[in-house]
Structures are given as structure tokens and as C-alpha cells.
């Protein structure tokens, strides 16, 4: 509001002088050749506008004193309304393992009235004219229409209602228990502990690393957050946090390489000679080196063909154990897998070990397995083993490409996942611990 | 008297054939090795890896396991207890090469054996 008054003012003000000042031409045009009779002309056409523009700033002055400028409550939660761009269907709660509630259309008005926890699904309801609810349900946010008025800063969190009702998944025990590890989990006590631990062993609290295979290794996952250019669409609460771990992401990793497995990541041959000392191994150095207070990491796609679930879960113990030492939380994925490849069932047992070791640590694990299961070829790209990418180099969530690209959701899971450790280990926004 | 002679001339020879460790190169020992680590022969990293790093036996055999890989233009010299190798091992992971240059390694005697024990610090 006062930008609008103050540009109707400068507005106001700019087509009076100008038309002053053109007024000698008009004197000229109307004849006024004599300079006496100009000047006089001029001054007499001056005070009729200076009257004018004295009388416009007095009463421009007026209703700015009286009208009160309403200052926007970050507080107040204002309805968005938007459409579906394509047919979806509507379930009872955020994931596709609840029961279908509806089916939206494309182009329905709908409300956009809470989110989940992990972000990316809505509450949306759709109300006829006279305020009856016709549909009440939950959709994932990227498959609605949305410009730079959608802020999920202004939606409401719901963390009542789980990701996934694992009791309603017909495709067997293993299935179902991973369907039964949040997408989003809560940040434990013990790793609230950890962090204070890391930051007295003297860890830098804005550093975050990768460790993992090449899937880790790409220079699109993570990586990205350093770069200067970012769209983070409707999820502009997370901006803080970006902009808080972004730049420690860029520069060499030695503990994320292609052909790394959990056994190598420990090998001492594969770590980087100029960077690290005679028999350190890549984990070691990269940790020595970046001192971080989070660590994500990411094996198995390529574990998955060499090992044993067993061995891959003794492996996995050590990476968290001899990250836990250092006082680095250590934010372990589940992977994404294809039900249609050879080693599907393999990649369950894995992924099931996974959860196991984030239960028995207390650490927090991203469940990008279930987070895929409604992406195309569960995000995987065509060689059905590294995540698919968007195509942007930098983070864009404006076009809902979270909801297409596995790249694109694990940097949006990891990116939650830090905001949420942020938070709960308690930095704020200027970076000091409280 | 000539045959006890000469079984023990064959006795000798054969000793001599079956040249032990102590008496190699270890800079050949540390060449069989990586060899060995590329080609995940368990077997053979076990005889050759020292006692220190008996636990990380399995790690050493897996450490190619999910890439194709050859050793290229490896050459080794040692001196005392440290072999030094230039040359490299050059893994291929879906089209793309990864190279690992050699470095200097520690080698210790066990057994009347050449052992491979880790990167000379």
C-alpha cells in the first residue's frame, strides 16, 4: 500500500513538471511571441500549477495520514486457490497407501488448506456455492497450477496423519514395512546430542557432505544447493536453510565416487592422494577435511550387485558408526528401486536394512524408496539405476519437477531434512547455535 | 653313493625352484597383489596380506567388485620395507575411467614371506 501511494505521488508529480515544462511550447503555439507578455504568461500558468500541485500534496498527504497501512501478518494463513493441471485422484490422507477420497479434474477450483510434514502433498477442498464441502482430500502439490503467490510458508503443517497405511499394501510383508518408514522423519534426541557432540569436537555447523556411489557423486545432487541461482517455488520456507548450508556443498568430495560401495568407501586405494594421507581412507579424509555436521549418505544401487543383505548391513554400521563417533548426524536413504528389474527383491531386503540400522542408531532416514513409488520408472533414469534428472542445474521446484526427476525430489527431501535438523538442534537463521 | 648324491642335488634343486617369498622381489609380491585386489581372488590376497590387515581381507577383494578393471603400466622398486609402484589402475564404470595411480606401499616379512601391508606413510 505505501509503495502504491508513493508511486502515485512521484507519478502525480512527474506529469505535473512535465507539463510545465512544456509550457512555453504551448505559449509558443498559441501565438505568445512577445517575451513580456510570455514571461508573464509563464509565471501566471507556474502559480496556476504550483496551486494545483500544492493543493494534490496536501491532499496526497491527507489520506496518508489517515488511511493506516496494513502491514502483512506472516502469522495469518490466507486459502490459495489453484487447479489440478491434469486428472488426480484424491486420497484420505498424504500418500497413496490411504484411501482414495476423489478424483479431481483438471481446472477445478480447488483450496489449498494444510500440507504434510514431509512437504510435498496438500489438503485441498472444494466448496460449492453455497459453502457446502464437495471434496476434501490430499494430492501432491506438483501436479497443481502454481505461480509465486503459493507460499507453503502459509499453509499448515499436519503431522498427525502418516505418510502410508502400511496395512492396506497387498504386495507382502517387506513391502509393507518399508511403506512403514515415514518419507520425512522426526530428528531424534540422541542426534540432537550428537550434534553438541560434533560442534565441542569442533565441526563446522553450516557443513554438510556426501558420502555414497555415483549417485551421490552427481554433481546435480546436492552439489546444486552451492549454486547462485535457485527457485525454490512454493517452497519458500526453506530458503533460510538453503542459503545457511548451500555453499559448503561445493568443491571436491573424496567419500562420494562412482564405483564406491560400503566396503571401498573404507579402502584407503580410492581415496584421493592429494587430498588425503598414506592409509586414510576416503571417509576418513572427507570427514577430516570438511568437519560437517551432517553427513548424507547413500549405498546401495550398487552395492545391491556384489553383496549379501548381510554384509551390506555390516558395512552400512560401520559407515554410521565411525560417523556418529565424529559427532556428524549421519542422514541415511533408502533407494529407489524397479519391481520389474532382477534384483527388485534384493534392493527390498536392503532398503529393509536400512530402516533396521536407522532404528537400532536413532538416526534420521529419508525414505526416498516410497517417495519415488509414484514418480515415472520410480525416478529412476533409463539405465534403471541412477536417479533421473531434470535437466536444470541449479534448484527448481517451480515447475513441480519433484513430482517427475528422482534428482530433483532427493535434493527437495534433503534440503527438508536439513531444515528440519536446523531446527531442531536450534540455529537460527544467522547461523548461531541458541 | 653317486645316487645319494644325486637325490640330494634333486632335493636342492627342487628347493630351489620353489623359490620362497623371503628370497622374491617384494616389489613383484606388491604387483601380484593388486593384481589380485582387481580380480577379487580372495585366496591370494589372503597369502599375501600381513597379519595387521588380516581383518580387512573381504574389503580388499570387494574393492573392484562392481567395475571392470586393469592394471596399466605398473612398475614397482623397493627398498627396505617400502615398495614404490608408478603406473595406475584404471577402472571403467559405464563408459567412464576412474584412475587410481599407485603409490608406496609397506611390506613386512612373515612366515619367511613377503607381505603386502598397506600404504607406506
Redesign the interface.
Request: net charge negative.
Given at each position: 500500500m505505501q509503495r502504491f501511494q508513493r508511486r502515485f505521488i512521484i507519478n502525480n508529480l512527474r506529469g505535473i513538471t512535465d507539463k510545465a515544462s512544456h509550457v512555453p511550447t504551448k505559449l509558443a503555439k498559441m501565438g505568445y511571441r512577445d517575451k513580456t507578455c510570455l514571461v508573464h504568461k509563464r509565471q501566471k500558468t507556474f502559480k496556476f500549477y504550483s496551486i494545483h500541485l500544492f493543493t494534490l500534496c496536501l491532499m496526497v498527504l491527507v489520506i496518508m495520514g489517515n488511511t493506516p497501512t496494513p502491514t502483512p501478518d506472516p502469522n495469518v494463513v490466507r486459502p490459495y486457490e489453484t487447479t489440478a493441471y491434469r486428472r488426480l485422484i484424491v486420497y484420505k490422507g498424504p500418500g497413496e497407501t490411504h484411501p482414495q477420497a476423489d478424483i479431481l479434474n483438471a481446472g477445478i477450483p480447488v483450496t489449498i488448506i494444510e500440507r504434510n510434514h514431509t512437504g510435498n502433498w496438500v489438503r485441498v477442498v472444494r466448496k460449492t456455492e453455497d459453502g457446502t464441502v464437495a471434496m476434501d482430500g490430499w494430492v501432491i502439490s506438483a501436479f497443481l497450477n502454481q505461480d509465486e503467490n503459493m507460499k507453503f510458508s502459509q499453509v499448515p503443517v499436519n503431522r498427525s496423519l502418516p505418510d502410508h497405511i502400511p496395512e492396506n499394501i497387498q504386495d507382502g510383508l517387506s513391502i509393507a514395512e518399508l511403506y512403514s518408514l515415514p518419507v520425512m522423519p522426526e530428528v531424534s534426541d540422541e542426534m540432537i546430542e550428537i550434534y553438541k557432540r560434533g560442534q565441542f569436537l569442533g565441526n563446522h555447523s553450516n557443513v554438510i557432505t556426501k558420502v555414497g556411489?555415483?549417485l551421490s557423486a552427481s554433481d546435480k545432487y546436492l552439489t546444486i544447493f552451492a549454486h547462485e541461482d535457485y527457485d525454490l517455488g512454493p517452497y519458500d520456507y526453506l530458503e533460510d536453510t538453503l542459503n545457511y548450508y548451500g555453499a559448503s556443498v561445493s568443491g571436491t568430495n573424496v567419500a562420494s565416487?562412482?564405483?564406491l560401495?560400503t566396503?571401498?568407501v573404507?579402502?584407503?586405494?580410492?581415496a584421493d592422494?592429494e587430498l588425503c594421507?598414506?592409509?586414510e581412507s576416503p571417509l576418513d579424509c572427507e570427514y577430516r577435511i570438511k568437519q560437517p555436521s551432517v553427513s548424507f549418505i547413500l549405498f546401495g544401487p550398487?552395492?545391491v550387485?556384489?553383496?549379501t543383505e548381510v554384509?551390506y548391513g555390516e558395512q552400512m554400521r560401520m559407515i554410521v558408526e565411525a560417523t556418529l563417533e565424529r559427532g556428524i548426524i549421519p542422514v541415511v536413504f533408502t533407494f529407489s528401486s524397479d519391481p520389474d528389474v532382477e534384483l527388485w527383491w534384493q534392493s527390498i531386503n536392503f532398503n529393509r536394512e536400512i530402516k533396521t540400522i536407522a532404528e537400532e542408531y536413532k538416526i534420521p532416514v529419508i525414505n526416498l524408496w516410497v517417495a519415488t513409488r509414484l514418480l515415472p520408472d520410480y525416478g529412476l533414469d533409463i539405465?534403471g539405476i541412477h536417479l533421473a534428472h531434470s535437466g536444470y542445474f541449479y534448484l527448481k521446484f517451480s515447475y513441480g519437477d519433484e513430482a517427475f526427476y528422482g534428482v530433483t525430489l532427493q535434493n527437495l527431501l534433503a534440503l527438508r531434512m536439513l531444515d528440519e535438523i536446523r531446527k531442531t538442534v536450534g540455529i537460527d537463521i544467522n547461523g548461531d547455535p541458541t | 653313493m653317486i645316487r645319494l648324491f644325486l637325490l640330494i642335488a634333486l632335493v636342492l634343486g627342487m628347493t630351489a625352484c620353489d623359490t620362497p617369498a623371503e628370497q622374491a622381489d617384494p616389489a613383484d609380491m606388491v604387483i601380484q597383489y593388486m593384481q589380485a585386489?582387481i580380480d577379487g581372488d580372495k585366496d591370494t590376497l589372503a597369502g599375501l596380506l600381513c597379519a595387521d590387515l588380516e581383518s580387512?581381507l573381504?574389503?580388499?577383494a570387494?574393492?573392484?567388485?562392481?567395475?571392470d578393471a586393469v592394471l596399466e603400466d605398473a612398475t614397482c622398486t623397493s627398498e627396505g620395507d617400502v615398495v614404490t609402484c608408478t603406473g595406475a589402475?584404471v577402472?571403467d564404470?559405464?563408459g567412464?575411467d576412474?584412475e587410481?595411480?599407485l603409490?608406496?606401499y609397506r611390506v613386512v616379512q612373515e612366515d619367511g614371506a613377503w607381505k603386502w601391508c598397506?600404504?607406506?606413510?
Open positions: 556411489d555415483s565416487r562412482i564405483g560401495s566396503y571401498v573404507f579402502d584407503p586405494l580410492w592422494k594421507l598414506p592409509n550398487n552395492d550387485r556384489s553383496m554384509e539405465d | 585386489k580387512t573381504t574389503r580388499e570387494q574393492s573392484f567388485a562392481t567395475v589402475i577402472a564404470y559405464g567412464e576412474t587410481f595411480p603409490t608406496s598397506g600404504e607406506a606413510g
